[in-house]
């Protein structure tokens, strides 16, 4: 059975004129929801609404018990961005076995602009040791390069599902 367990139902925070990285949208998991079998299922789009020249655009997707600190699961690279381009990320996580630190393979892709407008697959792999007892946090951050008013992205979609 496949459910619903976190959709974004607003545009995420906008990350604007700054360098740090900044979580655009978050959820969590539970302590002990993490279970051997259970599948999850992580979708998310964020958007370039304003641009700068040529300065570039980082989007990761991070796992762990801190959101902004957590594991890089996957990530665009540093792309030169155009206004309203967009970067998709679609990963799975498969819990092979729980206690207090969990193995969970997360495997997947993160598609972002390439040049003239192709887009670029980047794969997304990693074995993940999640401590089953506390809050873990799958959190989309951004990073621009280059700090100014004119740099402005969002993230407009967040979904998790479960398969269970």
Known sequence: MTRPIYVLTAAGTALSNSTDETVLASTSLAPYSIQPGKVYHVRAAVIATATNSTDTLTVRLRVGSVALTGTVVGS????????SDVVTLQV?????????????????????????????????F??????????????ITGQWSAASASNSCRCDALTVLETV
């Open 126 to 139: 990693e074995s993940l040791a999640l401590d089953n007892a506390v809050t873990q946090y799958i959190a």
């Open 92 to 124: 799975e996580f498969v819990v092979r076995d729980a206690d207090s630190s969990s193995v969970v393979l997360a495997h997947g892709a993160v598609s972002a602009p390439g040049a003239e407008g192709t887009a670029t697959l980047r794969v997304a």
């Open 76 to 83: 665009s690279g540093a792309v030169d961005v155009a206004n």
